[in-house]
C-alpha cells in the first residue's frame, strides 16, 4: 500500500508552530496540513486526488528539514535539496491519513493553484537514529522529491518502512533531543506534550481519548476528533515536559504554560498557568459546568508556552489545540424525563386522593411528586450535582 513521506521546513513562524504542535499532541488527534499542487510531486497529487474513503487509513511519515546553515526568520532556499551531508533531517511522528479534500483554485496566471487539505490521526513517535532513514531520503533525493523542490511525495516502493510505523510514545523525547540540536531552528525551545487526559470519579482517574466526530464526512476540509466531557464532571490534562540534553538548565526563568478554552462560560478552569516543571508531569484541571443544550457545544481547548520579554513572531515553544465537545447525554435526558413523568403520575395520583377524601395520603403522594419533578429540574440545569460524576 501506498504511503506519504511529508516534510516540514518551517520557514514561517505559522507552520514553525505546526511542528511544534504536531510533537505536542496526543496520539489519536487528528491534525489538519495542507499544501499547494506545486508542493506535492505528481504521482502524489495524482494519488491523493483520486483517494476514497475506503482507501483509508494511509501512513505518513513525517520530517522535519533544514539547511545547517538557515537561519531563522530567513528567505527560503532556492534550487537545492536537502542532503544528509549539509541538512537537519528529522523524522517527528508517524500518522495515519483519514479524509483528504481537495480545492480547486486557478491563480491569476491561469495556472492550477489547487490547495490539497489532508487529515492525519497522529501516532507515536520514530527513531531519529533509525538506519532505514538514509536509503529512503535517498531515493527520494534521487527523484528530486525533498525539499526546497517538494514536501510531499510517495514513499518509494522498495523502502522499508516498517521502523517507522511506530505507535508509542517512547521515542518523543528521543525525537526533541535531535530536534533541539543547533543547527535546528528549534534550539532553546521549551518543549512539552499532552499526555493524556483523564476523568475523575470516586472510583479513581479513568483515561478518555479522542474519537472521530459524528459529523465528519470524507472530502471535507472539516474533519475532526473530539474529547467527549460529561456535563458537571471534573477533568485532568496531564503534561509531560522535557529539557533536550543540550539545553541543559539554559532555559528562560518565568517559562509558563497557559491554558484557555475558547468558551469559558461552560469550562472552569480554576489554574490558568503554570511554571514549567523541568522533565515532569503538570496537570490542568478542568471542571464542566451545567449544560442545558441537547446539541452537542464544541470547545477549543488551548496549551501554549510563554516566555517573559520573548518578541519573535516564532513560539518559543510547544503549543496545542484540542477539541472538547460537551452535551445532556442520552441516558441523563432519558432519566431525567423518567423522574419528570413519574412526578406528573404521582400527582395525578394525589388529585385523586384528595378527591376521595384520602387527605394525608394525597398529600403525602403529590409531595413525592412534586419532590421528583423538582430534582428532575434541578438535575436538567445543573443547580444539583449527582455524586461520582458518573457516566452521562
Not at 499547494?36 to 528539514?65: H, M, T
Not at 490539497?116 to 527513531?127: A, Q, R
Not at 528521543?174 to 528549534?186: C, G, I, M, N
Not at 518565568?254 to 503554570?274: F, M, N, R, S
Request: charged share 25%; aromatic share 10%.
Amino acid at each position: 500500500m501506498p504511503a506519504l513521506v511529508v516534510f516540514d521546513t518551517c520557514t514561517r513562524s505559522q507552520y514553525y508552530a505546526d511542528v511544534h504542535q504536531l510533537l505536542a499532541l496526543p496520539s489519536g488527534t487528528i491534525l489538519r496540513y495542507d499544501y499547494q499542487e506545486k508542493y506535492f510531486s505528481p504521482e502524489a497529487f495524482a494519488y491523493l486526488r483520486e483517494l476514497k474513503e475506503i482507501d483509508c487509513p494511509v501512513d505518513i511519515i513525517l520530517f522535519y528539514g533544514q539547511f545547517n546553515d538557515y537561519a531563522k526568520g530567513a528567505a527560503d532556499p532556492k534550487g537545492k535539496l536537502l542532503d544528509p551531508a549539509n541538512s537537519v533531517l528529522i523524522p517527528t511522528r508517524y500518522a495515519r491519513l483519514r479524509n483528504v479534500a481537495v480545492e480547486e483554485r486557478i491563480g491569476g496566471d491561469g495556472g492550477s493553484r489547487t490547495i490539497v487539505y489532508f487529515h492525519m490521526e497522529l501516532s507515536g513517535f520514530p527513531d531519529p537514529d533509525s538506519p532505514a532513514i538514509r536509503p529512503l531520503l535517498d531515493m527520494l533525493a534521487e527523484k528530486k522529491e525533498l525539499p526546497f523542490e517538494k514536501w510531499v511525495a510517495l514513499a518509494p516502493e522498495q523502502a522499508d518502512l516498517s521502523a517507522f510505523r511506530q505507535d508509542g510514545v517512547e521515542l518523543w523525547g528521543k525525537v526533541v533531543d535531535r530536534l533541539a540540536d543547533a543547527p535546528s531552528q528549534f534550539h532553546g525551545d521549551v518543549f512539552w506534550r499532552i499526555d493524556h487526559l483523564e476523568k475523575e470519579t470516586y472510583l479513581g482517574r479513568k483515561t478518555i481519548l479522542p474519537q472521530p466526530r459524528a459529523s465528519n464526512r470524507f472530502g471535507q476540509q472539516d474533519y475532526a476528533s473530539d474529547y467527549h466531557l460529561d456535563p458537571l464532571s471534573s477533568y485532568r490534562v496531564t503534561l509531560s515536559s522535557f529539557v533536550p540534553a543540550v539545553e541543559g538548565k539554559d532555559l528562560p526563568a518565568g517559562t509558563v504554560v497557559t491554558i484557555k478554552a475558547d468558551d469559558a462560560e461552560h469550562l472552569a478552569i480554576p489554574e490558568l498557568k503554570q511554571e514549567f516543571r523541568r522533565n515532569a508531569s503538570s496537570p490542568f484541571k478542568i471542571g464542566v459546568k451545567s449544560v442545558t443544550d441537547i446539541a452537542p457545544r464544541y470547545i477549543q481547548l488551548s496549551l501554549k508556552t510563554e516566555v517573559p520579554d520573548h518578541e519573535s513572531p516564532y513560539t518559543p515553544g510547544s503549543l496545542a489545540e484540542i477539541s472538547l465537545v460537551t452535551s445532556i447525554g442520552g441516558y441523563r435526558v432519558a432519566g431525567l424525563l423518567g423522574l419528570a413523568l413519574l412526578g406528573a403520575v404521582l400527582g395525578i395520583w394525589a388529585a385523586a386522593l384528595f378527591k376521595d377524601g384520602n387527605i394525608p395520603w394525597g398529600m403525602l403522594v403529590g409531595a413525592v411528586g412534586a419532590l421528583l419533578v423538582f430534582f428532575s429540574v434541578a438535575l436538567f440545569s445543573g443547580r444539583i450535582k449527582l455524586p461520582g460524576g458518573g457516566k452521562d
